[in-house]
């Protein structure tokens, strides 16, 4: 499976059979021009998720590809036809199996705004976008973890104690736009994460195996 990070939740994986693009977002950049995509998977509405007029753009360069989001992104998407998908639901996409993962609502950022909803996509069983949430995986052993480090709703605290909890072999920190420093972040990713956790920190815009 190679992964390519374009920045910020933004993560292209492909798997050998399916091309699977997770979260073209306004903090990203590189992927615009992509072509040969089986699938878009947005997690959710906030615009560093989800860019509708560089979507439109890669949906009419990659005509084929479905576009998957919840049904709150759908609804926004003026003009863009989607494929809705909540937790529990199951995909076929290229030679992907994709599951919907997670509770469905977006971490909360504070009591008084309110939660949107949130999808995780776990890749072949092996490769989970949580989206902006931490949540489990529903499998035993997890391969790669594409691991939010920086955003209103967390704290470094809670990204090391998620990370243990899932342990994945490989952990590559994503969402860290917000941050000054991500790599202060990724430190105690290394430093506190689980002993056999190996911390992967791509070339923005390289594809890594994983």
């Known amino acids: 499976m190679h992964l390519t990070h374009y920045g910020h939740a933004c993560v292209l994986v492909d798997t050998g059979s399916a091309r ?9 950049t590189g992927f615009e021009t992509l072509d040969g995509l089986d699938a878009i998977l947005v997690t959710h509405q906030h615009f560093d998720h989800v860019d509708a007029d560089a979507l439109r753009t890669l949906l009419r360069a990659n005509p ?6 919840d049904g709150q992104t759908a609804g926004q998407l ?22 919907v993962v997670g509770s469905g609502d977006h971490a909360q950022i ?30 035993d052993e997890l391969a ?7 955003a209103p709703w967390l704290k470094v605290s809670e990204a090391v104690d998620y990370l243990r909890s899932v342990a994945p072999r490989t952990v590559v920190p994503i969402h860290e736009g917000t941050l000054a420093d991500p790599a202060l972040h990724y430190r ?21 195996d994983v």
């Open 144 to 150: 790669t973890l594409l691991l939010p480090t920086g």
């Open 64 to 69: 084929d590809a479905a576009l998957v989001t």
């Open 188 to 208: 105690f990713f290394d430093d506190l994460g689980p002993d056999a956790t190996t911390l992967l920190v791509p070339d923005r815009e390289t594809a890594v």
């Open 20 to 28: 699977l693009l997770f979260d073209p977002g306004a903090f990203s």
């Open 110 to 139: 504070h009591p008084d705004i309110p939660l949107v909803a949130n999808n995780g996509y776990l890749v072949d069983g092996a490769l989970l976008h949580p989206g902006d949430a931490y949540v489990p995986p529903g499998v």
């Open 78 to 99: 003026d003009g863009v036809d989607a494929r809705t998908a909540a937790p529990g639901d199951v995909l076929a996409l290229g030679g992907a199996e994709v599951s």
